[in-house]
C-alpha cells in the first residue's frame, strides 16, 4: 500500500482525524501497517481535496505543502470575526454592502504577487507557540507580512452589475502559504466593509482533484469490503508535473545505494527515475549528472 488516497475532507474535522480514519480503514481492511501521512492542513471548518499519503509516498507529503491549491469559498459581508470565519465572535460590523460591479473591480487587485497578513488563529508559530493557542488564550497576536501569488480569482454567479451582495463566492488558484480568511478580509476591507469566511472548499491541491476524492463513508465501505486497493492512486501521481526517467538495471542498483550516477544525457532539473514500472527515486539532473532527492524502498 504505497501511494495516494484523495479524501474529500468534511466539515468538523481536522487533518490529522482524517489520517487517524484512514489508519482505521487500512487496519478493517487487513492490510499491512504502513506510515500515513496528509498533504496540507485543511481548518475543521473547511472541506474538500485532502491528500493522504501511504507507504513511501509520505516521502513526498512535503511537495503537496509546496503546491498550488485551488477554493471556492463564500464571503458574507457585515460582519467580521476573531478567527475571520463562522467559528469566531464578531468584532467588527458594517451596513455596507458591496455592487456586482465594485467586487469585480476589486479582484483584479488581489490577482498576481500579493503580501498578506496570516489570521491571528493560525498553525503558525510564534515563540515556539501556535499563533492559535495564544489568540485563545486572549494574548495578542501580531503575525509578520508574507508574499503569497494569486494565480487567478474569479466570482460565480451571473448577477447584474448593480446588484448589491450580502454575500459572494469566489475561486481562487493559489500559491502555498496563502491565507483564505485573510484573503477575504482584505478584499471587504477594500471594499470599505468587513466579511468573513461562511464557506470554504479546496477543489484542488497539487495534482490532485476533487474529481479524484472519495468521501469517508466510502472509504469505510471499501475498507469493509477488503476493496482499498482500487482507490489508491499510485506513488507517481503526486509526480505527474516531473519528467520520468527511465533506469538500466545497473543504474537503479547504483542509485539505490545512494552513489551519484554520471553521464546522464538529460535537462536539468527533477526526474522521477524508474526502474521499468518500479519508483526507485526522485532524483535531480544536474551537469549531465543524476543524484537521489527522494530515494523509494520499493
Known amino acids: 500500500m504505497h501511494g495516494w488516497l484523495i479524501i474529500d475532507k468534511p466539515v468538523g474535522l481536522g487533518s490529522t482525524q482524517v489520517v487517524s480514519a484512514v489508519k482505521r ?27 493522504i499519503a501511504l507507504g513511501e509516498a509520505t516521502k513526498l507529503a512535503g511537495r503537496m505543502l509546496d503546491s498550488d491549491k ?18 469566531g465572535e464578531v468584532i467588527a460590523t458594517s451596513d455596507v454592502r458591496p455592487t456586482v460591479a465594485k467586487v469585480d473591480t476589486v479582484l483584479p487587485r488581489f490577482t498576481g504577487p500579493i503580501a498578506q497578513v496570516p489570521p491571528a488563529y493560525s ?16 494574548e495578542e497576536v501580531v503575525l509578520a507580512s508574507r508574499n503569497v501569488t494569486i494565480h487567478s480569482l474569479t466570482r ?29 478580509r482584505d478584499i471587504a476591507q477594500s471594499l470599505g466593509t468587513v466579511a468573513h469566511v461562511t464557506w470554504l472548499h479546496r477543489v484542488k491541491a497539487g495534482p490532485f482533484a476533487l474529481q479524484q476524492a472519495i ?32 533506469l538500466t538495471p545497473d543504474q537503479a542498483g547504483a542509485l539505490r545505494q545512494g552513489r551519484v550516477l554520471d553521464g546522464i544525457a538529460a535537462d536539468d532539473g527533477l526526474v522521477f527515475a524508474l526502474s521499468g514500472d518500479t519508483p ?19
Not at 480503514?25 to 492542513?41: D, M, N, P, Q
Not at 463564500?74 to 467559528?87: H, M, V
Not at 447584474?160 to 480568511?181: E, F, M, N, P
Not at 526507485?280 to 520499493?298: I, K, P
Open 156 to 184: 460565480e454567479g451571473d448577477d447584474a452589475a448593480d446588484t448589491s451582495l450580502d454575500q459572494v463566492t469566489l475561486v481562487a488558484h493559489v500559491s502555498k502559504g496563502t491565507y483564505i480568511r485573510s484573503l477575504a
Open 25 to 51: 480503514a487500512l487496519r478493517t481492511a487487513g492490510a499491512a501497517k504502513v506510515k500515513v501521512g496528509h498533504g496540507g492542513t485543511l481548518d475543521p471548518l473547511a472541506s474538500g481535496v485532502l491528500p
Open 70 to 87: 485551488v477554493y471556492v469559498f463564500t464571503l458574507s459581508f457585515g460582519t467580521e470575526t476573531t478567527t475571520l470565519d463562522a467559528e
Open 215 to 246: 468521501t469517508l463513508d466510502n472509504l469505510d465501505a471499501a475498507a469493509k469490503a477488503s476493496a482499498l486497493e482500487p482507490l489508491l492512486l499510485p506513488l507517481r501521481a503526486g509526480l505527474d508535473d516531473i519528467p520520468a526517467f527511465p
Open 123 to 138: 498553525a503558525l508559530k510564534v515563540d515556539g507557540k501556535r499563533a492559535y493557542d495564544r489568540a485563545r488564550a486572549g
Open 280 to 298: 526507485v527515486a526522485l532524483a535531480e539532473v544536474e551537469a549531465n549528472q543524476l543524484r537521489v532527492v527522494r530515494g523509494f524502498n520499493l
